[in-house]
């Protein structure tokens, strides 16, 4: 039954609630107070704000560290390799060892189709991994980018021609956010007029990802699932009847994935596509505003554009971290032998800053030559289909930005999400000056 604002969630919703981030909140927080690094680094709001500090910790401790909950590693070789290693797999993120007959009650709470659970390719492996991913990658290859870049140019003229000069304003939501939901929306067929909506669900769904989450948190993503489930039922009832040029009449038309796979795979596209290129975008723009030099540079040398952005994604990672559960017996990773089932923890942005592979790791370098090596976009088979798009998207975004107001500067502080897995801002004021002619972007 899909979930509405009006509907009191029953026991079933609340044991489930507690089996899946009840138990594991109560455990992070205890772990927390005894000065475990990783429980410290999920629940710790200094170290939402700021977690650099404690990922150095865990490096400090060692290439993997066994926490009182789970492996971690911050070695840039060991996130390589479990990434793309088939003996590692995904799962939807349980937990912890939770009693058989809870769990067993809690999956009466059936929730509607979300990127957090299977289908999602998020969390499923192969063989059912590679038929999910196979139809929509096609939309994602280079040629198909390429051809969406005037669509992003224009947007982002548009947005930037609407922001009002020689006034104080929030760039997420005036225009970080505007530019990946526009192009993602068209991608997948829904109408301009809803994607206000999308950002409101996104905001309230990308919570899941953590673990550990308040009820009340818990609850209004669950029923922001249930809305966006009905909202899906009713597009692609509408794409059966008048398919269109998107991503997801193809799927339809193609016939080769049914509506709970469909919707899941349209709700993942549709988060991934806008929330790791929102905090990219936001990221950016504080480190550049942070480093005038560096912005300098890029004014003086705009060929280091893209290179700028593979820089703002290695220092200061949209996607912070993942996890991937051991599925083969006695499997050795970096001398440690991990059981079939153990979970580790796979820090992207402590691969990111490993020292032995970007030497001066905390130094913001829009000419860092191995910037590129970064591991925030994943690697393997469940490497970000839309890492080209988020890339071209931020590099156009944040370049027409600068050019378009010379005198860009914050006018307060910027306040960080309070999430452990994406890492941005909810709010970022800025003064943004005089308006310059229109970007020479091309």
């Not at 710790?44 to 865990?58: R, V």
Request: with cysteine; net charge neutral.
């Amino acid at each position: 039954m899909a979930l509405g604002m009006g509907m009191a969630m029953g026991p079933y919703y609340r044991l489930r609630w507690f089996a899946a981030q009840g138990l594991p909140r109560f455990a992070l927080r205890a772990a927390a107070r005894r000065g475990d690094t990783l429980s410290r680094l999920t629940t710790d709001p200094s170290a939402l704000e700021d977690p650099y500090p404690l990922i150095e910790s865990l490096r400090a401790q060692g290439r993997m560290v066994r926490s009182s909950l789970a492996w971690v590693t911050t070695d840039h070789e060991l996130c390589r390799t479990i990434l793309r290693d088939n003996r590692f797999g995904t799962r939807a993120a349980e937990g912890f060892d939770i009693p058989r007959p809870l769990v067993r009650i809690a999956r009466r709470a059936a929730l509607p189709p979300n990127p957090m659970e299977p289908p999602s390719m998020l969390v499923i492996d192969p063989p059912e991994h590679s038929r999910m991913r196979r139809p929509v990658a096609s939309a994602f290859t280079p040629r198909a980018i390429a051809r969406l870049q005037d669509r992003v140019e224009s947007i982002t003229e548009e947005l930037l021609d609407g922001l009002p000069a020689g006034r104080e304003t929030d760039l997420v939501t005036g225009f970080a956010a505007q530019v990946p939901i526009a192009i993602i929306s068209r991608m997948l067929g829904f109408p301009e007029e809803a994607r206000d909506q999308f950002l409101d669900w996104g905001d309230r769904m990308t919570p899941l990802l953590d673990i550990g989450l308040s009820w009340p948190v818990w609850r209004d993503a669950i029923v922001a699932i249930g809305e966006m489930d009905r909202y899906a039922d009713e597009h692609l009832a509408r794409l059966r009847r008048e398919p269109g040029e998107d991503i997801l009449s193809s799927l339809v038309a193609a016939g080769e994935l049914g509506d709970r796979e469909l919707k899941a795979t349209a709700s993942l596209l549709m988060g991934a596509g806008f929330e790791t290129t929102v905090n990219l975008i936001g990221n950016g723009i504080v480190q550049l505003l942070s480093h005038p030099d560096q912005l300098a540079r890029l004014r003086a040398e705009p060929d280091l554009w893209p290179n700028a952005v593979e820089e703002v994604l290695r220092l200061d990672a949209p996607v912070q971290s993942t996890a991937r559960v051991v599925v083969a017996e006695g499997a050795e990773i970096g001398g440690v032998r991990l059981r079939r089932g153990a979970t580790v923890v796979v820090s992207l942005a402590g691969a990111n800053r490993d020292p032995n592979v970007f030497p001066e790791p905390d130094r913001f370098d829009v000419g860092r030559a191995n910037a590129k090596e970064h591991l925030t976009f994943s690697t393997g088979i469940h490497a970000c289909v839309g890492a080209s798009l988020a890339r071209m998207e931020a590099t156009h975004a944040l370049r027409a930005l600068f050019e378009r107001f010379p005198d860009l500067r914050l006018s307060g502080a910027p306040e960080r999400r309070p999430l452990f897995t994406l890492h941005g801002y909810s709010r970022l004021p800025v003064a943004l000056g005089r308006r310059a002619e229109q970007s020479s972007v091309v």
